[in-house]
């Protein structure tokens, strides 16, 4: 149950598009298509962004988009905007019937 | 859908909590439900889920053979027992519901606000 991989911090201009990288192996990303995306600000719970790779639940921005290929999974956020600043996780179910986080990318919006 | 967390606490090394999550706002027995913890400035870390029926259940290794989760439908009501306590165990524990109905294991569009388990003597 190794954690996935995400860079530990990206940033961008507002206006920019970013794209936080998700990086795992053929038992977990690349093997399910059940990736999923969590925003959290800080002493808050995680909010659901995206879910089953690409898939937004209601009321989230068309801003934010999933994506996969092969053994990584991507976010990103066209047209950053000063309150997306937070920590983003991704996650994906295994094969070994448990679910996998990443380490978290801080997004920074200069 | 609420989500609502209780029993944390300062609890010494070696011994037992049990955690609560009352449900509302949805069929509470239509939905899997797992345990999600994270540790003070730390990430998430998945703990457990249990099915929407009880019946089934897994356990991350860090957790497996001293935490249970069990669930009671006709109270809307999601537990974490956790015994031997350890103080890596210390985390914010949050309850979460599954996205999709009857799906067992993939995402969480709903979380309880937490509760911080502090494992220290």
């Known amino acids: 149950q190794s954690a996935l991989t995400q860079p530990a911090s990206v940033s961008g201009s507002p206006g920019q598009s970013i794209t936080i990288s998700c990086s795992g192996t053929s038992d977990d990303v690349g093997s399910f298509n059940l990736v999923s995306w969590y925003q959290q600000f800080p002493g808050k719970a995680p909010k659901l962004m995206i879910y089953?790779?690409?898939k937004r639940p209601s009321g989230v921005s068309n801003r934010f988009a999933g994506s996969k290929s092969d053994t990584t999974a991507s976010l990103t956020i066209s047209g950053v905007q000063p309150e997306d600043e937070a920590v983003y996780y991704c996650?994906?179910?295994?094969?070994?019937?448990?679910?996998?986080f990443g380490g978290g990318t801080k997004l920074t919006v200069l | 859908v609420q989500l609502l967390e209780s029993g944390g606490g300062l609890v010494q090394p070696g011994g037992s909590l049990r955690l609560s999550c009352a449900a509302s706002g949805f069929t509470f027995s239509n939905y899997a439900m797992s345990w999600v913890r994270q540790a003070p400035g730390k990430g998430l870390e998945w703990v457990a889920v249990i099915s929407n029926s009880g019946g089934t259940t897994y356990f991350a290794d860090s957790v497996k053979g001293r935490f249970t989760i069990s669930r009671d439908n006709s109270k809307n009501t999601l537990y974490l027992q956790m015994n031997s306590l350890r103080a890596d165990d210390t985390a914010v524990y949050y309850c979460?519901?599954?996205?999709?109905?009857?799906?067992?294991?993939?995402?969480?569009?709903?979380w309880g606000q937490g509760t911080l388990v502090t494992v220290s003597s």
């Open positions: 996650s994906s179910y295994t094969g070994s019937t448990t679910l996998v």
């Open positions: 089953e790779v690409n």
């Open positions: 979460a519901k599954s996205t999709g109905q009857y799906q067992l294991l993939s995402s969480f569009d709903y």
